[in-house]
């Protein structure tokens, strides 16, 4: 397993361990922007987790409300 997943698998199961969603999103490194590198904008709105009908992050751990133009530590293409 890389350090990426293990990261990954860490936070999540962080995630797991607390109810609160405020603090959920803060685990997450939610923010309100895209994060940018030299290849892409990394945007809720492109997650494969994120649902546009809905404007809804269906990653099990986080399963919340998330707007297109956010991103979290979570975000997969």
């Known amino acids: 397993m890389s350090s990426e997943m293990d990261a990954t698998a860490s936070i999540i199961e962080h995630i797991y361990a607390t109810r609160d969603v405020k ?6 490194g939610l923010m309100r922007a895209p994060f940018k590198d030299a290849e892409m904008d ?3 709105g492109t997650c494969i987790y994120f649902l546009p009908r809905h ?3 269906d990653l099990p751990a ?3 409300p998330v707007d297109p133009d956010w991103w979290c530590q979570l975000w997969r293409l």
């Open 42 to 44: 990394r945007a809720c």
């Open 23 to 28: 603090e959920k999103a803060e685990i997450a």
């Open 55 to 57: 404007r809804h992050c």
């Open 62 to 64: 986080l399963d919340f």
